[in-house]
C-alpha cells in the first residue's frame, strides 16, 4: 500500500532539502520522478543521482511563478511518462528570509515575490496537475505549507502569511476535485535541519529552537519525506483536504512549555 510502483510524480522545488528527499524517497518507492527546479545544477545532480541509484528521473528547469513554465513541467511528466499521479508543491522562496522582516519595514516587491513563489506558485501546479489527474482516474496533491501558518512569530509575516493561504488553496482543491479523484492535502513541517537552514543558523540557535519541541531532536528531510510518501499513496486514499503537522509537537503544547519543563527538571 506504500508503494509508488506505476506512478509518475513530479516535484516542484525538488532539487535540495526536503524536495529532494522526497523525490529520491518516492523514486525508491517505484515512481518515475521529474524533478522540477530552478536550481539548474542540483537539479540535475537530484535526477542523476536518482538514477544511479536504480531509479527513473527526469530533470526539468522551471520557474514556479511563470505560468508558461509550470504548465511545461507537468506536460514534460505527461509526454515522458504518459502520465501523472502525484505532484508535489514544494518550491519556497527560502533566498528572502533576510528581507522577510517586521511588517512596517517591509520591502511591497519582497512582500509580492515571496507570494508569488509560495502561493502563486502551488495554485499554478495545482492548476496544471488536475486535469491530468482527473482524465487519468484521480492522483494525490501535496503541499508544503508550515508551523509559520498557525502561529506568528517576530519575522517572516510573509512566508507565514503565503503558507496560511496555502492551507486555505488546499482545502479548497480537495473540495472541488475531491468527487473526480484528486485529494488534496498539505504538510507543515517545523524546524527541518537542512543544508540551508544549517547555513542560515548556528548550533546555539538549534538548541534555542529544540527547547520548545516535543521531541528530543529537530526534523530531517526524511521526516517530511515520509509523510508526503504516505500521502502520495493508496495508503491514503481516504485522506483529504488534511494538514498534517510534522512539527515534533511544536503546535500540541503551552506557550510556556519550555520555562515550565526547566522548572520541573525536565529540560
Same mark, same amino acid.
Given at each position: 500500500?506504500?508503494?509508488?510502483?506505476?506512478?509518475?510524480?513530479?516535484?516542484?522545488?525538488?532539487?535540495?532539502?526536503?524536495?529532494?528527499?522526497?523525490?529520491?524517497?518516492?523514486?525508491?518507492?517505484?515512481?518515475?520522478?521529474?524533478?522540477?527546479?530552478?536550481?539548474?545544477?542540483?537539479? $540535475?545532480?537530484?535526477?542523476?543521482?536518482?538514477?544511479?541509484?536504480?531509479?527513473?528521473?527526469?530533470?526539468?528547469?522551471? #520557474?514556479?511563478?511563470?505560468?508558461?513554465?509550470?504548465?511545461?513541467?507537468?506536460?514534460?511528466?505527461?509526454?515522458?511518462?504518459? $502520465?501523472?499521479?502525484?505532484?508535489?508543491?514544494?518550491?519556497?522562496?527560502?533566498?528572502?528570509?533576510?528581507?522577510?522582516?517586521?511588517?512596517?519595514?517591509?520591502?511591497? #516587491?519582497?512582500?509580492?515575490?515571496? =507570494?508569488?513563489?509560495?502561493?502563486?506558485?502551488?495554485?499554478?501546479?495545482?492548476? *496544471? *496537475?488536475?486535469?491530468? =489527474?482527473?482524465?487519468?482516474?484521480?492522483?494525490?496533491?501535496?503541499?508544503?505549507?508550515?508551523?509559520?501558518?498557525?502561529?506568528?512569530?517576530?519575522?517572516?509575516?510573509?512566508?507565514?502569511?503565503?503558507?496560511?493561504?496555502?492551507?486555505?488553496?488546499?482545502?479548497?482543491?480537495?473540495?472541488?476535485?475531491?468527487?473526480?479523484?484528486?485529494?488534496?492535502?498539505?504538510?507543515?513541517?517545523?524546524?527541518?535541519?537542512?543544508?540551508?537552514?544549517? *547555513?542560515?543558523?548556528?548550533?546555539?540557535?538549534?538548541?534555542?529552537?529544540?527547547?520548545?519541541?516535543?521531541?528530543?531532536?529537530?526534523?530531517?528531510?526524511? #521526516?517530511?519525506?515520509?509523510?508526503?510518501?504516505?500521502?502520495?499513496?493508496?495508503?491514503?486514499?481516504?485522506?483529504?483536504?488534511?494538514?498534517?503537522?510534522?512539527?515534533?509537537?511544536?503546535?500540541?503544547?503551552?506557550?510556556?512549555?519550555?520555562?515550565?519543563? #526547566?522548572?520541573?527538571?525536565?529540560?
Amino acid at each position: 500500500m506504500f508503494d509508488l510502483i506505476d506512478k509518475v510524480a513530479v516535484v516542484a522545488g525538488g532539487a535540495t532539502g526536503i524536495g529532494g528527499r522526497t523525490a529520491e524517497v518516492f523514486a525508491a518507492a517505484g515512481a518515475k520522478v521529474v524533478v522540477g527546479d530552478l536550481a539548474v545544477d542540483a537539479g $540535475r545532480e537530484r535526477a542523476a543521482a536518482i538514477r544511479a541509484a536504480g531509479g527513473d528521473a527526469l530533470f526539468v528547469p522551471v #520557474d514556479v511563478g511563470d505560468p508558461a513554465a509550470v504548465e511545461g513541467l507537468v506536460s514534460a511528466a505527461v509526454e515522458h511518462y504518459g $502520465r501523472l499521479d502525484v505532484l508535489h508543491n514544494n518550491a519556497a522562496a527560502l533566498h528572502l528570509f533576510r528581507r522577510d522582516v517586521p511588517l512596517a519595514d517591509m520591502d511591497v #516587491d519582497a512582500w509580492d515575490e515571496i =507570494m508569488r513563489i509560495n502561493l502563486r506558485g502551488v495554485m499554478l501546479g495545482c492548476r *496544471a *496537475a488536475i486535469p491530468h =489527474m482527473v482524465a487519468g482516474g484521480g492522483g494525490s496533491i501535496i503541499n508544503t505549507a508550515s508551523s509559520r501558518a498557525f502561529t506568528g512569530t517576530v519575522d517572516s509575516a510573509g512566508y507565514g502569511t503565503s503558507k496560511l493561504a496555502v492551507v486555505g488553496l488546499t482545502r479548497y482543491v480537495a473540495t472541488q476535485y475531491g468527487k473526480q479523484g484528486v485529494r488534496c492535502n498539505a504538510i507543515a513541517p517545523g524546524v527541518v535541519v537542512t543544508e540551508r537552514a544549517a *547555513a542560515r543558523m548556528g548550533d546555539a540557535e538549534y538548541a534555542g529552537i529544540l527547547r520548545h519541541y516535543l521531541t528530543p531532536r529537530l526534523g530531517t528531510p526524511d #521526516d517530511v519525506a515520509a509523510c508526503a510518501l504516505w500521502l502520495a499513496s493508496d495508503a491514503a486514499g481516504f485522506v483529504t483536504g488534511q494538514v498534517i503537522n510534522v512539527d515534533g509537537g511544536l503546535g500540541a503544547h503551552q506557550p510556556n512549555f519550555a520555562e515550565l519543563s #526547566d522548572l520541573a527538571g525536565r529540560g
